[in-house]
Structures are given as C-alpha cells and as structure tokens.
C-alpha cells in the first residue's frame, strides 16, 4: 500500500469505532474526553465519531485545536475547525504556543509544544482521556523512519494505542486504519478538513518519505516489535523492583551484583530508565553511550564516575549510584504563594507561604554552608541538587532536610521526587 494510502476505503461507522474504544477502556461513567483536532481529515473524523460517542453516554467531547504560529494562514484556519464544530454542537479549545521558536528542530519542538500544552489543558479541566487521531499510514511512516536510523525494538514498535502518563491517558483508536478511511468518514458526513501544506514539505523527513513512496512499498508490521517492547518493559519493571532503590532526595541506588547477572538488553534498559527519571530527561540517553558505560558496568573492574544524559553514575562498595549531574540541573524558577512548579524534570515542589519564591538548586555553596550541620549522610553530587526555595538570594526552606527560616517555624514548602518519565515505564500497550 502506498504511504498517502489512496486506495478506497470504507468510512469507520459507530459501532466500529465504539468497538475500538471498548479495547482501550476503561471509561468513567459520563465520560469526558478531548480530542486533539488540526483540521485535518483524520482529527475532523475522530472528533465527530468521539462526540457521538460520548453522548450516547451521557458524556461530552471538548475538540482542542493548537496554533504553533509557524504559518500566517493558521489562525485562520484555527477559527475554521472552531466554527464547523460549533455547527455541530461540540466543544472548541483554541490552545496558542506562546513564545519564540528554534531556528532547527522545529517540528520536532512543536510536537512537543503540541503534546504539553494538549496534556496540560486535560489536567487542568479534569478530563482523563485524550484521543489522537494517529492511523496506520502514521504509523508505517514511524517505523520505517525508525528502522532508517537503526532503532530497535522500542522504535519499531511504532506508537502505542494506549499511553498512560502521569495526568492523562492517550489513545489512539484509528492506529489500524488508513488515511482514507478518515477522508470517507467525513465524506459520508459531509465535512470539509483543511490540507496542511507541510505535509509535503520536503524539508521534513516524513514529508520526504511521502514523497518518494510513489510505488508499492510492502506494509511494515509493528506488532511483533510491539510485543518485543513490552516484554522489555515488564523485565526491566520488575528488575527495579527488585534491585533498585529509589530515595526521596532524587537520585536511585543500583545493585551491582544483580543487575550484572541481568540480560544486557534489560540491563540496558534499566540504567536509560533511571536516568530518565533522574536527569528528567523525555528521551533516553544514545544508544552508543549507553552501551559503552554499561560495558564498563558490567565488567566488575574499578571504573571512576561516569556522566550521562544529565546523571553522574559513580560506583559504590556494592553498586552504583544515579545521581543528577550539578552542572545540568535546570534554572531556577518562580513559584507563587500557595502554588506548585515542577523543577528540574524531576521535582514538584509546593510552597504555601505568602508571596513569590524561587526554587533552585541548592548548590556547592548552599551545601558547604551545611557541612556541619545535623543532616542525613548524602553524597555531595546529591546535596548540590536538592531543591532550594529562595528569596532575594535568602534561603527559605530546603523541605528534603528540614531545613527552614521563616519566623513560624514552619517550612511552608514540600518537595518530592515525581520525575516526569518514572523509570519503570509506562508500558508499551499492544492492543
């Protein structure tokens, strides 16, 4: 099947598309569901057939749309979606990346833009499920942009159909339909989608492949890659489960022992987690890094501390230490009095005092001021990084140690450790 996937097609009708939501269920009971629509053949599709759906059980679709500002013509065809859906009864979000964009990298960066402020608008309003309207010829592109870059099994595996993450949960229910199948849905319902011009924008890697795949390529099967990956992600789950001890102040604790008797791939696995979660990190570290430091790891001789992605991993008497490289740690940020910030990819941190803070890394400074006093036995690397709440330069609280200066005695701040990518997963979801 070519990759544009001009091939006739059946429209997707409701009892299909309920029955694909049925296999990445559970629903709550009136269920409120976003639907991230650009416009395009296969959002306007998903959001009609998503809004039919959850009325039919007393539940609602809020349609959000995202202007990345990358084109002049997107506002308008923002407003476009808003008012074909408001024609329909359902619900409209208009959600702006605010900001200046890199010069390289750019679809890349707007994805991500994309994806944080879609999730963030879901955790703010309540609703846990967040559909995507990703489908095959998506996904074949995937992976085989993948498989040109040599990806194994995680990058082969191609998009889950369910993503669990820590405020909502993905879904994409059209990952096994091709394109033409959303483009007769929304004939059969008479709507209009918009054509996105970067879709065939040579610049970009996956407008490129569609445009070169002018023949026949043979379909890429995702499904065994699929499968390879979770059975990856439960041995690597269970592996910390068993070996790895994960401390409040941020950084984990490896048994040497354990994990060298551990197959190199889970093995693998396992210290790219951790230092996901450590060095708050979205993306593991290279591969080529990883697998040179992990050969050091495992030979049992004496090795010095090593950095990676963010994380200095330094031997102990019975195993390894993943702690967040001082140098790397984010800057700092404001909090307001009786709000919360993520700092650092890896800590929330709540303030309930009056009035603006700021929370940093305590630094080699703050923790040389500490030496002598009665705090619990840390290594250096991890005193440098716990966050600090400041004023004016002033300390206010370091919530790890107890550590306060507000008249009141109370610290008024807490901290803990909620890395963004946990290490254990979430797992890969072969529906």
Request: charged share 20%; glycine share 12%; aromatic share 4%.
């Amino acid at each position: 099947m070519p990759l544009t996937a001009a091939v006739p097609a059946e429209p997707l009708g409701p009892a299909a598309f309920a029955a694909r939501l049925d296999r990445l269920g559970p629903f709550e009971r009136n269920p409120l569901l976003a639907v991230g629509v650009s416009g395009g053949p296969d959002s306007m599709a998903l959001a009609l057939l998503a809004d039919e759906w959850a009325r039919g059980r007393g539940g609602r679709v809020t349609a959000l749309t995202v202007d990345h500002g990358l084109r002049p013509e997107s506002a308008a065809e923002a407003a476009t979606v808003g008012r074909w859906l408001a024609a329909r009864g359902i619900a409209h979000v208009l959600l702006r990346w605010e900001g200046p964009k890199p010069a390289t990298g750019v679809q890349e960066a707007a994805r991500i833009a994309r994806h944080a402020l879609l999730e963030g608008w879901c955790a703010a309003h309540g609703v846990l499920h967040l559909l995507l309207a990703h489908h095959a010829d998506d996904q074949r592109e995937t992976a085989i942009l993948r498989a040109g870059r040599g990806s194994g099994p995680d990058g082969l595996a191609g998009m889950p159909a369910v993503r669990e993450l820590e405020r909502v949960r993905l879904l994409r229910p059209l990952l096994d339909l091709p394109k033409a199948a959303m483009e007769a849905t929304c004939r059969l319902r008479g709507q209009d989608w918009i054509t996105d011009p970067g879709n065939r924008d040579p610049r970009f890697a996956r407008a490129r492949l569609r445009l070169e795949a002018a023949g026949e390529m043979g379909p890429v099967s995702t499904t065994e890659a699929g499968r390879a990956r979770a059975a990856l992600d439960d041995g690597a789950a269970a592996a910390l489960a068993r070996h790895a001890a994960f401390h409040p102040e941020g950084w984990i604790a490896l048994d040497a022992a354990a994990l060298r008797a551990t197959e190199p791939v889970v093995a693998a696995r396992i210290l790219a987690r951790c230092c996901m979660a450590v060095g708050g990190a979205a993306y593991p570290p290279r591969l080529e890094r990883l697998e040179r430091l992990l050969a050091a790891l495992r030979g049992g001789s004496a090795f010095g501390a090593r950095t990676l992605a963010g994380c200095v991993i330094a031997p102990t008497a019975t195993g390894w230490r993943v702690m967040r490289e001082p140098s790397a740690v984010a800057p700092p940020v404001t909090i307001q009095g009786g709000g919360t910030v993520r700092w650092d990819g890896r800590f929330v941190v709540a303030w309930t005092g009056a009035g603006p803070a700021e929370v940093g890394a305590l630094g080699a400074e703050g923790w040389a001021r500490l030496k002598d006093a009665a705090v619990p036995a840390l290594p250096a690397a991890v005193g440098r990084t716990l966050p600090a709440l400041r004023r004016n330069g002033a300390l206010l609280a370091l919530p790890h140690l107890g550590i306060g200066a507000l008249a009141d005695g109370d610290l008024h701040c807490r901290a803990w450790f909620a890395p963004a990518e946990p290490a254990a997963g979430p797992r890969f979801s072969v529906v």
